[in-house]
């Protein structure tokens, strides 16, 4: 069986600026939950949330994961994203990277 191809992945991470660790875990579960509904494959790690797809989708979840953090009472966000990018050859996968590693 042959494993989808994606022309893009990205990882983001999204650090919130608001007070207590509680409000941090709040704001950034309800970008999870943004990225979430686009119903792409995703992986949710303890630092970044890998996400893949076709590109100016995960653009436009990028933007968005900036404006849930403020609509969500960040005065400011700060994110870190990583992003692969291959619209011929599609980029290697999520399970194809962590598949073996899994428990």
């Keep these: 069986m042959s494993e989808k191809q994606y022309e893009c992945s990205i990882a983001i991470q999204v650090l919130p600026k608001v007070e207590g ?20 494959n995703t992986f949710v ?15 436009d ?17 700060m994110s870190y994203v990583k992003i692969a990018y291959n619209p011929t050859m599609g ?3 999520i399970d194809k990277k962590t598949k073996k590693h899994q428990r």
């Design 45 to 59: 790690g303890p630092f970044e949330t890998t996400v893949e797809g076709d590109f100016d989708t995960l653009m």
């Design 21 to 40: 660790d509680e409000s941090v875990i709040a704001v950034v579960d309800k970008v999870i939950e943004y990225i979430r509904s686009f119903g792409l």
């Design 61 to 77: 979840i990028i933007k968005g994961c900036q404006l849930i953090c403020i609509k969500e009472g960040a005065p400011q966000v």
């Design 91 to 93: 980029v290697l996968t």
